[in-house]
């Protein structure tokens, strides 16, 4: 029997990609996936062009079965090289990546930030909470809601 669509198409198993420079955050999310029963494989790249590399299967990033293309992406705003708007502009303009879902998770509160991100097809903004155990929650309560959501495979 072929599992329903919801479930086929959901976000169980598949891989998140998190885009982050600050090793602290890293493993903040780590310790929250751990903490949470969150079996997705979390990959992670430093920065935006590490990202773009990443989502294309460029040099270190070229065998899809060690990097696969992810469902989600958690991406920081304030990177080197590329900023996360820049790489969020990069996959919505993207024909075959603009169906990817992208959540900015963040410490920036600039209401400038939050409009640009909207603007251009963010599909959620996450202000990193200071406290590990709040952290944890946004996780585990994100991952709550949105398991059994639709994501679309990109090839």
Avoid: C
């Avoid at 963040?106 to 590990?132: H, M, W």
């Amino acid at each position: 029997m072929e599992a329903p669509e919801r479930v086929q198409y959901s976000l169980l198993g598949r891989a998140v990609l998190l885009v982050e420079d600050n090793e602290d955050e890293v493993f903040l999310m780590q310790r929250a996936f751990r903490k949470a029963g969150i079996q997705n494989p979390l990959k992670v790249v430093q920065n935006g062009e590490e990202a773009i590399a990443y989502l294309e299967g460029l040099g270190p990033y070229a065998d899809r079965i060690l990097n696969p293309l992810p469902a989600v992406i958690f991406m920081d705003l304030n990177m080197p090289k590329k900023s996360g708007l820049e790489v969020l502009q990069y996959i919505r303009q993207h024909s075959t990546l603009r169906g990817l879902a992208v959540n900015i998770l963040t410490s920036s509160v600039r209401p400038a930030d939050i409009e640009q991100a909207a603007q251009l097809g963010a599909n959620a903004y996450f202000i990193k909470p200071a406290q590990i155990d709040k952290f944890q929650e946004l996780i585990q309560s994100w991952f709550s809601l949105t398991r059994f959501e639709v994501y679309p495979t990109i090839e």
